[in-house]
């Protein structure tokens, strides 16, 4: 399934980066747009833009949420995975960084939590997972591994973990309904066309971005 096909509409602007979403390519898009990244810290926490000169400084989160049109909410991602989220009914948007630890804090729970205080309802919010480490190439040790299960309620096999069924669990559960869930569905680890820590400790990361217009 495209998910641009099924997730994109004439109100929003959506991509998942790859290694050619570069500083450069940010620049550009900051000329045409107010850009708003965090200080991504693996949290559950969420920052709602209000206005194009909300802050000044990065603040630590992991997550954004805005009604505002022409407001870029930038998430960085090298293995983690990116989350867009767009109310058509409503027009709202929020994008989220849920790695390992954001997905065990459920993050994606806290950004449905958030829409829903203003005005969505879960049953019209889409959401498009991007691309992150696939079960297969993310082994982790015991007590990370039954840490990750006991706080999610999910069932993995040791060593791995499924970060990817994790979080679309986490959206079914927070009322989504599973056709409004769609995939870009690429491995960082194993597609040399992403940036991945765990393939070689690099520091770039891809820009993940969602845009109401």
Same mark, same amino acid.
């Given at each position: 399934?495209?998910?641009?096909?099924?997730?994109?509409?004439?109100?929003?602007?959506?991509?998942?980066?790859?290694?050619?979403?570069?500083?450069?390519? %940010?620049?550009?898009?900051?000329?045409?747009?107010?850009?708003?990244?965090?200080?991504?810290?693996?949290? *559950?926490? %969420?920052?709602?833009?209000?206005?194009?000169?909300?802050?000044?400084?990065?603040?630590?989160?992991?997550?954004? %949420?805005?009604?505002?049109?022409?407001?870029?909410?930038?998430?960085?991602?090298?293995?983690?995975? #990116?989350?867009?989220?767009?109310?058509?009914?409503?027009?709202?948007?929020?994008?989220?960084? *849920?790695?390992?630890?954001?997905?065990?804090?459920?993050?994606?729970?806290?950004?449905?939590?958030?829409?829903?205080? *203003?005005?969505?309802? #879960?049953?019209?919010?889409?959401a498009a997972i991007g691309p992150g480490i696939s079960t297969k190439a993310y082994?982790?040790?015991?007590?990370?591994?039954?840490?990750?299960?006991?706080?999610?309620?999910?069932?993995?096999?040791? #060593?791995?973990?499924?970060?990817?069924?994790?979080?679309?669990?986490?959206?079914?559960?927070?009322?989504?309904?599973?056709?409004?869930?769609f995939h870009h569905d690429h491995c960082t680890f194993s597609n040399k066309n992403?940036?991945?820590?765990?393939?070689?400790?690099?520091?770039?990361?891809?820009?993940?971005?969602?845009? %109401?217009?």
């Open positions: 399934m495209n998910w641009q096909e099924n997730f994109n509409s004439p109100n929003i602007i959506a991509r998942f980066g790859d290694i050619h979403s570069d500083t450069a390519q %940010l620049a550009d898009l900051c000329k045409n747009y107010t850009c708003f990244e965090l200080e991504q810290t693996h949290s *559950s926490q %969420l920052m709602v833009i209000r206005c194009a000169d909300d802050y000044d400084i990065l603040p630590e989160a992991d997550a954004m %949420l805005t009604a505002q049109p022409d407001i870029a909410l930038i998430i960085r991602t090298a293995d983690c995975y #990116p989350i867009l989220f767009f109310d058509p009914v409503k027009k709202i948007i929020a994008a989220a960084h *849920s790695g390992r630890e954001g997905t065990r804090k459920n993050i994606a729970q806290a950004v449905i939590n958030k829409m829903t205080c *203003s005005g969505s309802f #879960p049953e019209n919010i889409l082994q982790v040790d015991a007590d990370t591994w039954e840490k990750f299960c006991q706080s999610t309620g999910t069932i993995h096999n040791f #060593p791995f973990l499924d970060i990817r069924r994790t979080i679309t669990t986490q959206l079914q559960n927070a009322g989504i309904p599973a056709v409004n869930i992403y940036y991945s820590y765990r393939r070689n400790k690099t520091r770039k990361r891809q820009y993940n971005w969602i845009i %109401l217009k």
